[in-house]
């Protein structure tokens, strides 16, 4: 390669790890920063940059991976990733950036240039603050979060109760350039029809009966930030063309005041609701909804992302300032069959208590709930006690409630059995 040392000067004059990558993923040059971020020193063979970064045999495409060096060779353009990289230090998330460098004559690509940035979105290992997983759904939602963290769009998280929609609306705020300012997150949920107005923009001294004094809405505590607004489906409908007033004109009035007040935030909404549906059905307006969900990012629920199961276990437990505590593989055993209705906010709930049954610092499968302890008992019955037929249908059914997140009706016709007698069997558990 000619010119080298002018090169590696290129190289160097980013502050973050970058490297020179030949077309067939060989390490050509590599920056200061690579060096001590991965431990890297030339050697006589060279090395790939798969086998540096992810200790991969294969390239990424191959391992399950996207791979931004394939997509920049076929477009011949840019491409940005979202990876977890191998370091010294442990597994990190690393936004990686590919540049083909093009013959001027032929447009055929020599080279590549690859620049990684270190992601502070979240974290491959055990954190006490940022979100956890490596799991490829919970990747692929993670990109969408640093794709959109930077910009000024308006954010729509969907996805079940308890899948962690605050914790994302916070990552989005701290990634953003607003985020020396507030963060302020208004439950939808319950808030009363003839407060929502108040409670928004604020109202002034004798607005209405018990306004004592003036009062600054959540809008206006908001300035500069992030406002995050949960649960937004449950918004009342006459109350929503006051919020998408508010998203069209960027001005409000404070309840009882004739003051109109500039607004200036960023907007994140979440819901568990189907809002498609709810537009056609006309309980939600269709001119908000195009107005929320300019950019929709799908929460992934704890049942599609059970590889991150144990490393998720091992944080609540840092959280919780009891890391010494640890679950046993019979325990653990019960935790990936369970289908975790309640996402990741019921398996710290089972992990808590857990943690308080746990007298001599390992968690066994008789301190978590009875279900849970049922499904592992259905799943490897052959090593378990012998008990009376009777005990093992009431254990086996459940462990099918428990399992089973449909309608009754369905659940008999899995087990080969009448609705009506499984409303028989199910009284007779109950009375137990």
Known sequence: MKNSNDMRAVLNCFREPAILLSPEYEILLANDAYRATYGFTDQPNRQRCYEVSHRYTVPCDMAGESCPLKQSRESKENSQVLHIHHTPRGKEYVNVEMWPVLDPETSEVLYFIEHMHPSDAASAEISQQRLVGSSPAFQAMLNLVERVARSETNVMLLGESGTGKEMVAQTIHRLSSRKDAPFVPVECTGMPEALFESELFGHVKGAFTGA?????????????????????????????????????????????????????????????KDLHS??????????????????????????????DLEVLIDTVLQRLSVSQVRLSQEALSCLRQHPFPGNVRELRNIVERAVLLADDGVVYPEHLPMSLQNLDQISSSATKEIVSLEEAEQRYLQGALAAHQGERKALALKLGISERVLYRKLAALRKQ
């Open 212 to 272: 004592n004094e003036n009062k600054v809405g959540l809008v206006e505590s908001a300035e500069g930030g992030t406002l995050f607004l949960d649960e937004v489906g449950d918004i009342p409908l006459s109350e929503q063309v006051k919020l998408l007033r508010l998203l069209e004109s960027r001005r409000y009035r404070r309840v009882g005041s004739s003051d109109w007040q500039e607004s200036n935030f960023r907007l994140v909404c979440a819901t568990n």
């Open 278 to 307: 709810m537009v056609k059905a006309g309980t939600f307006r269709d001119d908000l909804f195009y107005r929320l969900a300019v950019f929709e990012i799908e929460l992934p629920p704890l049942r599609d992302r059970l590889e």
